[in-house]
């Protein structure tokens, strides 16, 4: 059995996983992503404590993680830009040190984006694809490459994070420290954000999230379609860029704002088309992520199962996990 955690600005979530990439078990905290990062840590002890109590706890293997970026694969730790409580924070030792955790387990981290990109590429929409960017578009934006038939995670684990490619050289501060980064644009908190900036508001006694800038755009409201198109073009042009830097033959699309659907796909392929203009970018097949939520999971265990290999190898782990 594999264990996975992926931790997110918004939610923690762990499972157990089999062999065929199902997930057996899960558990689910939200991230108290403004606190401390002993909250934080308790969060994810918690999530952790709810696996440990199932019986196929006794059978686990591995344990991946999959973080919100920066990670550093090779020192274990994470500084999630949205979390802003863990900087360098040793997540690796921490979890390796919770008394459920076998002492014969080295828990494997890797970026949230690169785990989706792994989950995709072993049984979702990137399964036969030699060259594809897998994104996560959710609180944050990530991604994950595969190249040449293999999951690319970098030297420290952060290669593929689109998020903040710069698509405005003049955009507003990103938390990460750079401007106009895609993240800016195109996360679920930026979608929401600029629908209110617009004028939008979400019905009485309902949060102002991208969910109801979504059934808002679904409805016909321009604001929540503008908003929405922001996102679209943000996406599109570093979706061009990547392409034209590595060439890719797939884009899958993943995380909670993915589950917009066309609200969102409609206007990034449209922008698409006026990004993507080089032959060997033009044309490009966008797609919905196949493993929908569950990918980050499912590419957290794939990258504990791969890095527990290396490990019994004798083979360093470093930029290796994910492979």
Known sequence: MYGALDIGGTKIAGALIDAEGRVVVRAQRPTPAREPSEALMAAVAAVVDELAAHPEWVSLSCLGIGSAGPVDTFAGTVSPVNIPAWRSFPLVERVRSHPAVPEVIEPVLVGDAVAMAAAEHWIGAAKDAANALC????????????????????????????????????GPLCPCG?????????????????????????PAGLPATAREVEAAARAGDPRAVAAFDRAGRALAAAIAATAALV?????????????????????????????????????LSVVPAGLALDAGLIGAAAAGVAGSELSRAGVGTRGQAAH
């Open 178 to 202: 750079a401007r106009g980064c895609v993240e800016r644009y195109a996360s679920g908190t930026a979608i929401a954000a600029h629908a209110l900036e617009l004028g939008w508001a979400p």
């Open 247 to 283: 060439e890719l033959d797939l884009v899958v699309v993943g995380g909670g704002v993915s589950q917009a659907g066309e609200v969102l796909f409609g206007p990034l392929r449209h922008h698409l088309t006026s990004y993507a203009v080089l032959d060997f970018t033009r044309a």
């Open 135 to 170: 994104m996560v578009v959710s609180t944050g934006v990530g991604g994950g490459l595969i190249l040449g038939g293999s999951v690319h995670a970098g030297t420290t684990g952060n290669a593929g994070h689109i998020g903040h490619i710069t698509v405005d050289q003049n």
